[in-house]
């Protein structure tokens, strides 16, 4: 048997027997007797008012736990910001010192290859310099026999 589906928030529809119990008669039948009429929402209200009293203090409770746990996160989130905030300062503090450790062995390299470099630029000015030792008695040479030359003097090289 399929049931069918009813909105949220509205009753089913009611039954034949739930029209007819309303009429059923509070005695037995015959003659009459005293008797009062049973009133069973009231019976169920006693019967539920102890559990919802305790649902209720329950409630209570629970909102009270609720809002101390509030007071503790917020006091949690208050004491990991300062420790946030103390763990950056530190971190920038000591982040010049980091940065110089890292940059050292960059920096020893670098040394070394402009140690290189000068060694090598020293070499190659020093054999330079030896060249123009050679070679300066020549070149002497030829300039005064050039500039003799276009002073009128003859000089042989």
Known sequence: MKLKEQPIGRRPPMSLRNF???????????????????????????E???ALTQLTDV???????????????????????????RLVAAARE?????????????????????????AASECAASAIRVRAVERMPYLV???VADALRLAGGAREP
Do not use: H, N, W, Y
């Open 20 to 46: 007819l119990e309303r009429f059923r008669p509070a005695g037995t039948p015959g003659a009459s007797a005293t008797g009062v009429p049973a009133d069973r929402a009231a019976e169920r209200a006693a």
């Open 48 to 50: 539920l008012e102890p």
């Open 59 to 85: 409630q209570q409770q629970a909102a009270r736990i609720r809002a101390a746990a509030q007071e503790a996160a917020e006091a949690l989130r208050r004491d990991a910001s300062r420790e946030a905030e």
């Open 94 to 118: 000591k982040a010049p010192d980091v940065r110089g450790q890292a940059a050292e062995p960059l920096l020893r390299e670098a040394q070394r290859e402009a140690d290189a470099l000068r």
């Open 141 to 143: 040479d030829r300039a």
